[in-house]
């Protein structure tokens, strides 16, 4: 028997006796839907009280756990092939007064320079958004239409572009109770977490405030859960929810260790007289071009951060071997 009604139950009660689901509930709930042993309305409408009430760390974490394991395991098996070094969720795109996708340029550097990136996001038809999807190719990544194809640009090109659709379109889905029903569900915070090629190193983007810390908390929830001591997770405030950083805010982000999480500000740092590549292919005015150069940077930075998180890499020092792999990715 389904748990459907007892978690509707619980998140949906009056305000003194509604509560949220604790992780188990979160985590079984999601695997029912997915068997099929839950309607579609019955979950949506699950998933939109859930979000009024704002998803908790043990709710989006029992949902993604849920979910990895689903695709892993049964609905997309060839996963387990997949292999990259950086998880990069693209799924919000950037306003159109926000510039151009400027993570991609720190993506592709960190990929000319051997790190493995896998690039994977969703674009709604009615969005107008600048999506990453939509300038792939201004820099010759390959948006893949299977996950071999995916392997293959990973092991020959060290970057490739993943759409939703390919490797998870039950969460597509999901997703599109938006437009159904008019309300975005806990799928949106979830869907950034698929992490679909296990990558030791994930970045999060995310817009509303106390989600960066969400996402930040349920990542470190479940990498004490799984005790994996190679994973770090960054979460940050994304420019336009996308995940981009923005080097001109000071703002606090969190990372995700199998040790928990931690919670560090971060000052806002605008670096003169950085390389300038002869020319941008993603059509960046000239009077946005040291932001761009900038954002490319801190995105590389954090990434490489990440990474040293075990050998308690500085940000400083981050910044200055970004700094160098963007001149070498300029010349």
Known sequence: MSSIIDCIRTVGRGERSRKP????????????????????????????????????????????????????????????????????????????????????????????????????????????????EHYLDKLNIVRCGSIEQAQHELETNNIAYLPLAVYAPQVVDMLRWQQKFGLRTPTNTAARMLNPANAAISLRGSFHPG??????????????????????????KGVG??????????????????????????????????????????????????LMINTAVSGIALALWAKGHDSQLSRDQAIEQAIELWRQYCQ
Request: proline residues 4%.
């Open 211 to 236: 989600f960066p810390q969400l996402h930040g908390e349920a990542e470190g929830f479940l990498l004490e859960e799984s005790g994996d001591t190679s994973s770090c997770t960054v979460s940050f």
């Open 241 to 290: 929810g996308e995940t981009e950083y923005n080097p001109k805010v000071s703002q606090t982000i969190w990372r995700a260790t199998h040790q928990g999480t931690e919670e560090l500000y971060w000052d806002e740092q605008l670096i003169e007289s950085l390389p300038q590549p002869e020319k941008c292919v993603l059509g960046t005015s000239d009077d946005n071009m040291a």
């Open 21 to 132: 689901l604790n992780h188990s509930q979160a985590y079984l709930v999601m695997k029912e839907y997915l068997r099929g042993d839950v309607g579609e309305d019955q979950m949506a409408m699950l998933m939109m009280l859930i979000r009024v009430q704002n998803e908790t760390v043990e709710e989006v974490s029992g949902f993604a756990k849920a979910l990895r394991e689903y695709l892993r395991e049964d609905s997309k098996p060839e996963l387990s092939h997949l292999s990259a070094d950086i998880d990069w969720p693209c799924f919000a795109g950037k306003r159109q007064l926000q510039g151009q996708p400027w993570h991609l340029y720190s993506a592709h550097a960190l990929a000319k320079a051997g790190y493995k990136v896998l690039l994977h996001g969703h674009v709604e038809a009615e969005s107008k958004r600048h999506h990453a």
